[in-house]
């Protein structure tokens, strides 16, 4: 009986949590679908070009804003390097896209803090500029870049 | 970050209201993109509800077999190395789509689990084993096992960072 108890609270705490979460999840699919279909896919190379840590910066913030499936990332970032943009930006672009998350923000915000949430995705922007610094030189020095 | 109840609440259906108002602005301008736009979001949900499913899982299960005193000693302060490497582990090994997971965070976060675990989890996200071989195939094997080991390696730096900045809400 007491078991049967402890599963019956369990159940109803777990719908009243996804009750919660639905429409914020809801909202984020919308919102990602719009801001996808909205803005346009390609971006420009001519941003690029101006140096390591100015072309990470602008990788990340690129990532940042973008949302979507990681895999359109490499399509993009593939895009990207072909049409000459450095392997440094790429990879800032490829960082971001899954650590930062703008237009997850207010979701972020709203289950886990709004100072976690900004903290974490600024953070995770700066990280994510070291680790393109980083990636590209230790590939250099090991000669496989 | 604040020890709440997993709260969407109002908030939650006012976020909603506020994506639909967009929708309702952006018709307005722009009705073809608009209606793209909603056909793109009904196919990404019908992806995504698996996923949902799967949430939905854990959220029961961590409500049935975790007390808080269990979170505590994996995923808490005292869980040492334990927490870090779980932390990573189980953000590589997680899909679908990230705000899923916030919920799952927030509910072991009730039940003790530390601010900076939470932050590794979610940065260790990064590393997404099934795209792997196509990273490979279009960076090359070098360059992904670099970034895979720098993404591990500070998906722990941004925990502790994390944990610096908000330490009097551990």
């Keep these: ?145 | 970050m604040p020890r709440q109840q997993i709260h969407s609440g109002t908030g939650g259906w006012l976020f909603l209201a506020v994506v639909l108002t967009g929708y309702g602005i952006s018709f307005l301008l722009n009705p073809e993109s608009t209606t793209e736009a909603f056909t793109f979001f009904r196919r990404v949900m019908r992806q995504v509800l698996p996923v949902l499913g799967l949430v939905f899982l854990l959220l029961f299960f961590a409500n049935l077999l975790l007390a808080p005193a269990k979170v505590n000693k994996y995923l808490g302060r005292e869980s040492g190395l334990k927490g870090w490497l779980a932390s990573v582990v189980a953000g590589i090994f997680s899909m679908g789509p990230v705000y899923a997971w916030y919920a799952v965070m927030a509910e072991l976060q009730q039940k003790g689990m530390r601010t900076a675990l939470i932050a590794t989890f979610l940065y260790s996200r990064a590393v997404k084993l099934p795209l792997l071989p196509l990273m490979i195939y279009y960076f090359g094997l070098s360059y992904t096992l670099i970034l895979c080991l720098y993404l591990v390696v500070f998906s722990v730096i941004s925990g502790i960072l994390i944990e610096r900045l908000l330490p009097q809400k551990i």
């Design chain 1, 1 to 145: 009986m007491q078991t049967e108890n402890h599963l019956k609270q369990c159940l109803l705490k777990t719908i009243r949590t996804f009750i919660d979460i639905l429409p914020i999840i809801i909202g984020m699919l919308l919102a990602t679908s719009l801001v996808i279909t909205l803005f346009p896919e390609e971006i420009s190379t001519g941003l690029f070009g101006k140096g390591d840590i100015p072309d990470a910066m602008l990788g990340a913030t690129i990532g940042s804003i973008a949302a979507g499936h990681p895999l359109a990332s490499y399509l993009l970032g593939g895009e990207l390097l072909s049409g000459g943009v450095s392997l440094i930006a790429v990879t800032a672009l490829l960082v971001t896209w899954v650590t930062v998350g703008i237009v997850q923000l207010p979701a972020e915000a709203l289950m886990l803090g709004t100072r976690f949430a900004v903290y974490r995705n600024i953070i995770s922007f700066g990280i994510a500029i070291i680790i393109a610094l980083l990636t590209v030189y230790t590939l250099q020095l090991l000669g496989a870049a």
